[in-house]
T-cell receptor, first 111, second 116 residues
Framework: GDSVTQMEGPVTLSEEAFLTINCTYTATGYPSLFWYVQYPGEGLQLLLKATKADDKGSNKGFEATYRKETTSFHLEKGSVQVSDSAVYFCALSVNTDKLIFGTGTRLQVFP | GAVVSQHPSWVICKSGTSVKIECRSLDFQATTMFWYRQFPKQSLMLMATSNEGSKATYEQGVEKDKFLINHASLTLSTLTVTSAHPEDSSFYIC????????????FGPGTRLLVL
């Protein structure tokens, strides 16, 4: 079945460091891919998405490129801030509004 | 805009009692609402999809008689955990899909349930 695998956390970085959170997927069809972020005490928020191969989603300095050949959608940011500390979820949907999530990766950024 | 609220944010109950969790879309109408369950260090697992005015569609392995879902209006869905047991303790999250907005879900902050 369809699934999402993302790297376990926590990921601990110093401010201004480069961030990569890996995400790979398995899907029977052609999925749309998403990154959601959950800040402490808040609900999940859509961070970015890509709907077809080679699309790049971007928002708030974060980027992820839909790589069909490697079935990946890795999240990157060139310079993280303390305020980026949160849990990041990779997710997919295939022809429906139903989302399939990865396990989430906690990011901790220290000054 | 696009705020989804859940009430209560946390609840502790005795084994055998029933607990109702509300999910509201505050500033938009939601054709579809989703209920998820999240265990520690695990992903969100979709429990059911509810459409306003119709019966919920449950995912495989989710007991529909235990997890009662009512979507009586375009802004409110409720999840009732009936005869709760300690194994039902979890974090329950709802999301709402606005009318006409495909692949868009706005999430509530979640409800933590602890069954003693």
């Amino acid at each position: 079945g369809d699934s999402v695998t993302q790297m376990e956390g926590p990921v601990t970085l110093s401010e201004e460091a480069f961030l990569t959170i890996n995400c790979t997927y398995t899907a029977t069809g052609y999925p749309s891919l998403f990154w959601y972020v959950q800040y402490p005490g808040e609900g999940l928020q859509l961070l970015l998405k890509a709907t077809k191969a080679d699309d790049k989603g971007s928002n708030k300095g974060f980027e992820a490129t839909y790589r069909k050949e490697t079935t990946s959608f890795h999240l990157e940011k060139g310079s993280v801030q303390v305020s980026d500390s949160a849990v990041y979820f990779c997710a997919l949907s295939v022809n429906t509004d139903k989302l399939i999530f990865g396990t989430g990766t906690r990011l901790q950024v220290f000054p | 805009g696009a705020v989804v609220s859940q009430h209560p944010s946390w609840v502790i109950c005795k084994s055998g009692t029933s607990v109702k969790i509300e999910c509201r879309s505050l500033d938009f109408q939601a054709t579809t609402m989703f209920w998820y369950r999240q265990f520690p260090k695990q992903s969100l697992m979709l429990m059911a999809t509810s459409n306003e005015g119709s019966k919920a569609t449950y995912e495989q392995g989710v007991e529909k008689d235990k997890f009662l879902i009512n979507h009586a209006s375009l802004t409110l869905s409720t999840l009732t955990v009936t005869s709760a047991h300690p194994e039902d303790s979890s974090f329950y999250i709802c999301s709402a899909n606005p009318q006409g907005a495909k692949e868009t879900q706005y999430f509530g902050p979640g409800t933590r349930l602890l069954v003693l």
